[in-house]
């Protein structure tokens, strides 16, 4: 059920699309109990009655909830509502998340060269979100430009986390050792080691503020 100009969903009105995808349509809204612009992200029509869809639905909301970090977008609610349309009434599921200012990295590559010392800083952000969500033993599994914002400030945001994946055998706080950021041995199936790659980042970037 396509949400429209006015429609509420608790305490949040929508005033209009924001973009759309194969896990969910997003919409911008404002949260009239808070006073705050939020993002609601909504399981599609097709997928309302999809055990797999809504599973995966489900362990997105999960997986975000799961994280407290500064490069990752945040979600507020995991929430259903009954909607009147055209063909009677509907249950929707929604998520409500933390509404990202700025453009995609998709819309930044677009616009040419990105100077060395930005592509730095944000692929080291980049890496810092993943390697916070691999201690917590989960895994994004669609990481790509699109899914990435970079707001005015310059603070970069991972998004979509729609194909997120939680290692079953994933890290423990006790046991640093089958980190699969951190360990040095290798890194679970189906997961890219990504500690190397940030290492380097803040390797170079620290190498360029002393030839400065």
């Keep these: 059920m396509a949400l429209t100009t006015g429609t509420r969903l608790g305490s949040h009105e929508i005033p209009g699309l924001l973009g759309a995808g194969g896990m969910g349509e997003v919409y911008f809204a404002h949260d009239t109990k808070l006073n705050r612009r939020v ?4 399981l599609p029509d097709a997928y309302a009655s ?3 869809r809504i599973g995966r639905f489900h362990r997105e909301a999960q997986a975000v909830a799961a994280l407290n970090h500064a490069s990752i977008a945040a979600i507020y609610e995991l929430a259903e509502a009954t909607l009147q349309g055209r063909e009677g009434a509907g249950v929707i599921k929604y998520l ?3 509404l990202i200012e700025g453009e995609t990295l998709a819309d930044r590559l677009s616009r040419g060269l990105v100077p060395v010392e930005e592509a730095l800083r944000i692929a080291t952000m980049i890496l810092e979100a993943l390697e916070a969500a691999h201690e917590k033993g989960i895994c994004h599994r669609d990481l790509k430009p699109a899914n990435v914002k970079v707001t005015p400030d310059g603070t970069v945001k991972v998004l979509d986390f729609g194909l997120a994946k939680f290692l079953q055998s994933g890290p423990s706080a006790t ?3 089958q980190s699969p950021t951190l360990s040095l041995a290798g890194t679970y199936p189906g997961m890219i080691s990504w500690h190397r790659g940030l290492h380097v980042a803040r390797a170079s970037q620290g190498v360029r503020g002393r030839s400065a």
């Design 96 to 98: 409500v998340l933390e």
């Design 50 to 52: 999809d055990a797999e």
């Design 39 to 42: 993002a609601i992200k909504v």
């Design 175 to 177: 046991n640093l050792t």
